[in-house]
């Protein structure tokens, strides 16, 4: 009887319940913070990683530019400019150098995030616009929770890899560049140069554009809406391009959107305000100053009928001559269907027939030696039509017994007079327009993100003109003086502004 008693008495014992609960429970807490520090350890490490994936990946994407040692930039500034550390994962602490990652170059990101990379590896220079890090895994010991594992009689954790991916891109914003975009030659880094000249013919209509098609920039984000053009009524579209300054805004040239439709009549019109023709809804324009024409308007035709507008019909004049064109144009030599020229023109023709009288004789043998040589970063266009332009112009500016460009007795002196305003600024007859490689990328009407593969600076050489096919298009001649998105392309002084942009994709 005693022993039922003791067992009895040590059954409806309570004395030491709270000790065996705290050794359960202290269990538990111990391993929720084992747990709990491994899983912050490895949280941390993901962050430091992820940090410095996304700083490879901005400095390699900083040196894309399209060059053609844009990759090889990329690769070094992404091995030798970012530095890092970790302080949990296996191995060394320090990050830095290509071996703690693989770069992958590409010309395109898919349209969604969840869409794999890999359909538009490049490993072409002029095509590189993203890099993509991807770290080399990092083992992270879970010794904590591997610890407390055996101590439950289990066989503990490996080693977990902590890995880090990023996807970083460059692009440009240009601004205040007018709203023209066309069509570039397959060859065009070789081919296409300062003094060349090139023959943009509105198209594309039904069948595919080609090599010199031009269009126009979507304008929906593209006007500065307090820009000169904002109150302006009529056609927005030809303000926009026939305006002077404060035009437009920033638009990125990783994807612009063209403007769909012909715009025959309209801008044209536009365009010919910088050699003082106005026409159309530019018609009433010649005495508002947001619409000067260029210093220089030499253009070698006249108003039918007479007066100093050409403001409606107009003939050739007798004794002068505009620019003149690449002689392969004549013979239909020059490149690209005969759109783009070599640079080669009769310079001493226009010499001949409008400065035939700058030595005070009338003997048809012109001369440039009144005209001011070209110095500085003007020195490049020596020989073109755009240097003969500038020459033109310092005569002009700087002799006061000829204020004109020509002389008096000629029918143009080169001086505006229709409009009762003059630009200050020689590029007023340059305009800056978005190279587009149509060969990648189709234009079909208003087409969304089309990437801008270089901007064209182009100086135009003769008024823009219409012709007589149906649907009629119009022709722009002009010659190329830059590019002005490139480092010291626009070193003349034209091109609007440009700003590098790099950014974080993935």
């Not at 397959?186 to 039904?206: H, I, K």
């Not at 039509?385 to 460009?405: C, K, V």
Request: aromatic residues 8%; glycine residues 12%.
């Amino acid at each position: 009887m005693r022993i039922q008693h003791i067992i009895f008495r040590f059954a409806q014992e309570e004395a030491g319940t709270v000790a065996i609960l705290w050794g359960t429970a202290l269990v538990a807490i111990l391993g929720f913070l084992a747990i709990t520090l491994d899983i912050g350890r490895l949280s941390a490490t993901q962050a430091e990683l992820q940090s410095f994936s996304d700083n490879v990946a901005l400095a390699a994407a900083g040196e894309l530019d399209g060059r053609s040692d844009a990759i090889t930039r990329a690769t070094d500034a992404a091995a030798n400019m970012i530095s890092d550390s970790q302080t949990f994962a296996n191995g060394s602490n320090t990050l830095s150098g290509s071996t703690n990652f693989t770069l992958t170059f590409h010309s395109a990101l898919p349209a969604s995030d969840t869409q794999p990379l890999g359909a538009d590896v490049t490993t072409d220079p002029s095509k590189a616009r993203f890099v993509q890090v991807s770290l080399t895994p990092k083992s992270l010991s879970m010794s904590l929770a591997s610890a407390l594992d055996r101590m439950l009689g289990g066989n503990g954790f490996g080693a977990t890899d902590v890995n880090a991916e990023a996807v970083a891109g460059y692009t440009q914003a240009a601004c205040d560049i007018s709203p023209l975009m066309f069509c570039l030659p397959p060859d065009w880094e070789t081919t296409l140069g300062v003094g060349d000249q090139v023959l943009l013919r509105s198209g594309g209509n039904s069948t595919a554009w080609g090599p010199g098609n031009f269009g126009f920039i979507d304008l929906a984000s593209f006007e500065d809406t307090s820009g000169v053009c904002a109150d302006e009524g009529g056609n927005k579209l030809a303000c926009l391009i026939a305006a002077q300054s404060q035009i437009t805004q920033c638009i990125l040239t990783n994807g612009i959107t063209t403007e769909p439709g012909q715009k025959v009549g309209i801008t044209n019109a536009a365009f010919n305000v910088r050699f003082d023709i106005f026409r159309a809804v530019l018609n009433g324009e010649k005495n508002n100053p947001d619409f000067a024409p260029a210093p220089n308007v030499i253009k070698g035709i006249k108003p039918k009928g007479g007066g100093s507008c050409i403001q409606g019909a107009e003939v050739a004049t007798d004794t002068t001559m505009a620019l003149g064109r690449d002689t392969c144009f004549t013979s239909g030599g020059c490149g690209g269907n005969n759109r783009f020229g070599d640079g080669a023109w009769d310079r001493a023709k226009y010499l001949n027939v409008n400065h035939d009288l700058a030595d005070g004789t009338a003997d048809g043998i012109g001369s440039d030696d009144h005209l001011p040589a070209l110095t500085g970063a003007q020195a490049q266009f020596t020989g073109t039509r755009f240097g003969m332009y500038l020459r033109e112009i310092a005569y002009g500016n700087s002799n006061p017994n000829a204020p004109a460009i020509l002389h008096p007795s000629l029918q143009e002196t080169g001086r505006p007079m229709c409009s009762s305003n003059m630009s200050s600024d020689p590029a007023r007859r340059v305009v800056t327009a978005a190279g587009v490689d149509c060969a990648q990328t189709t234009i079909s009407g208003s087409t969304s993100d089309v990437p801008v593969t270089r901007f064209v600076s182009i100086f135009l050489t003769e008024p823009v003109g219409s012709d007589s096919t149906s649907p009629p298009s119009f022709d722009i001649y002009g010659e190329v003086v830059g590019f002005p998105d490139v480092a010291g392309g626009g070193a003349a002084g034209f091109g609007g502004i440009y700003r590098d942009v790099v950014q974080l994709y993935r």
